[in-house]
T-cell receptor, first 113, second 112 residues
Framework: NAGVTQTPKFRILKIGQSMTLQCTQD?????MYWYRQDPGMGLKLIYY???????DKGEVPNGYNVSRSTTEDFPLRLELAAPSQTSVYFC????????????FGPGTRLTVL | GENVEQHPSTLSVQEGDSAVIKCTYS??????FPWYKQELGKGPQLIID?????GEKKDQRIAVTLNKTAKHFSLHITETQPEDSAVYFC???????????FGKGTRLHILP
């Protein structure tokens, strides 16, 4: 099993550009999550999904969109990139929800200039 | 909603000494408390967790204690080694919610 994979590893965007961060898991997990990690600020939940076709907002959803058309994939879309979205983005998944181990991907480092 | 506070933000200990990281939570209904370790350039990885029906749990050099009355829990690492250098996150969650709340993290440095 590859676990949770994320692409790309690094990306530089200009203000106003858009991009999609890809996340795939091969563990047949129902739950998937997107976090952003800013220096000294821990992990903030952006969006999460409890299964294919179902998504919900986390703590910091503004400026982002997600979709969950399959169990395996949970892409995160930035429509109009802003410098405030410069961060490291982590995707995670698990089987049992909030009281179960989360498995994290390696992260995507995004810089918006 | 749940709020998790973590202290200290940075901790330096001599190799071989013990390290303690403390967290408090606000929602008395929280019943699951995991600890994640994040090495440089990687995603966080679970190292130990504890549920509210248990006061202490140990796994080799790592232990976690939970005080439900005071709403705080702690991570203890004994006989620290260079590979323990990392960022550690505590977290808390409630069965009724689908998400977990993380603390801001503690950067642990093991000094030679």
């Amino acid at each position: 099993n590859a676990g949770v994979t994320q692409t790309p590893k690094f990306r530089i965007l200009k203000i106003g550009q858009s991009m999609t961060l890809q996340c795939t898991q091969d563990m047949n997990h129902n739950y998937m999550y997107w976090y952003r990690q800013d220096p000294g600020m821990g992990l903030k939940l952006i969006y999460y999904s409890v299964g294919a076709g179902i998504t919900d907002k986390g703590e910091v959803p503004n400026g982002y969109n997600v979709s969950r058309s399959t169990t395996e994939d949970f892409p995160l879309r930035l429509e109009l990139a802003a410098p405030s979205q410069t961060s490291v983005y982590f995707c995670a998944s698990n089987l049992g929800g909030s009281t179960d181990t989360q498995y994290f991907g390696p992260g995507t480092r995004l810089t918006v200039l | 909603g749940e709020n998790v506070e973590q202290h200290p933000s940075t901790l330096s200990v001599q190799e071989g000494d013990s390290a303690v990281i403390k967290c408090t939570y606000s929602d008395s209904a929280s019943n699951y408390f995991p600890w994640y370790k994040q090495e440089l350039g990687k995603g966080p990885q679970l190292i130990i967790d504890i549920r509210s029906n248990v006061g202490e749990k140990k796994d080799q050099r790592i232990a976690v204690t939970l005080n439900k009355t005071a709403k705080h829990f702690s991570l203890h690492i004994t006989e620290t080694q260079p590979e323990d250098s990392a960022v550690y996150f505590c977290a808390a969650s409630v069965n009724r919610d689908d998400k977990i709340i993380f603390g801001k993290g503690t950067r642990l440095h093991i000094l030679p």
